[in-house]
T-cell receptor
Framework: AQKITQTQPGMFVQEKEAVTLDCTYDTSDPSYGLFWYKQPSSGEMIFLIYQGSYDQQNATEGRYSLNFQKARKSANLVISASQLGDSAMYFCAMREPLRRALTFGSGTRLQVQP | ETGVTQTPRHLVMGMTNKKSLKCEQHLGHNAMYWYKQSAKKPLELMFVYSLEERVENNSVPSRFSPECPNSSHLFLHLHTLQPEDSALYLC?????????????FGPGTRLLVL
């Protein structure tokens, strides 16, 4: 079974609007970390936001917020006030205590239109 | 100096060549990683080093040989590669292995094997 599922291969959003990128995960471990990364065409993976499984509140970092619904095992990324520079691939990832590496989803390509 | 650097950024090599990829982190981290990103596939972990000791080798063919001379530097030595090894190779680092710790990535090396 897929550990991280991103069901939207591509998304379009108008500049200045908000967009939600979906992510669901699968783990039986009560302790885990969830991450979102942005990958522009240059290739670098840029860390955006982190949510711990025991965190009571949804994480926020500037225009990025994470809609964490633990019972549904979902960790959707919300980008408010989209900018042209937000056009990129977005990856959801999970870290479990017994695994040293991040497990990545297949990504969502976001295109922001003027 | 940016957090994680990688050189070269682009590399074209023949199947009989030997080359090395270099990664350097300036974050004072103790763990370093090599990931492979092929077209249309999620990121795959290749190797993990902790305090210069290899702690995970994710069933990677022997034509890929990692080296970690100190906690700031990580190399990936390449020899007799195959065309299917063409991919983006990403280096990352993190403080340690705790699930809440963010991995910070370098810009990657785009490798083309002819």
């Amino acid at each position: 079974a897929q550990k991280i599922t991103q069901t939207q291969p591509g998304m379009f959003v108008q500049e200045k609007e908000a967009v939600t990128l979906d992510c669901t995960y699968d783990t039986s471990d009560p302790s885990y970390g969830l991450f979102w990364y942005k990958q522009p065409s240059s290739g670098e993976m840029i860390f955006l936001i982190y949510q711990g499984s025991y965190d009571q509140q949804n994480a926020t970092e500037g225009r990025y917020s994470l809609n964490f619904q633990k019972a549904r095992k979902s960790a959707n990324l919300v980008i408010s006030a989209s900018q042209l520079g937000d056009s990129a691939m977005y990856f959801c990832a999970m870290r479990e205590p017994l695994r040293r590496a991040l497990t990545f989803g297949s990504g969502t390509r976001l295109q922001v239109q003027p | 100096e940016t957090g994680v650097t990688q050189t070269p950024r682009h590399l074209v090599m023949g199947m009989t060549n030997k080359k090395s990829l270099k990664c350097e982190q300036h974050l004072g981290h103790n763990a370093m990683y090599w990931y492979k990103q092929s077209a249309k596939k999620p990121l795959e972990l290749m190797f993990v080093y902790s305090l210069e000791e290899r702690v995970e080798n994710n069933s990677v063919p022997s034509r890929f040989s990692p080296e970690c001379p100190n906690s700031s530097h990580l190399f990936l030595h390449l020899h007799t590669l195959q065309p299917e090894d063409s991919a983006l190779y990403l280096c990352a680092s993190s403080p340690f292995f705790a699930s809440q710790e963010t991995q910070y990535f370098g810009p990657g090396t785009r490798l083309l094997v002819l």
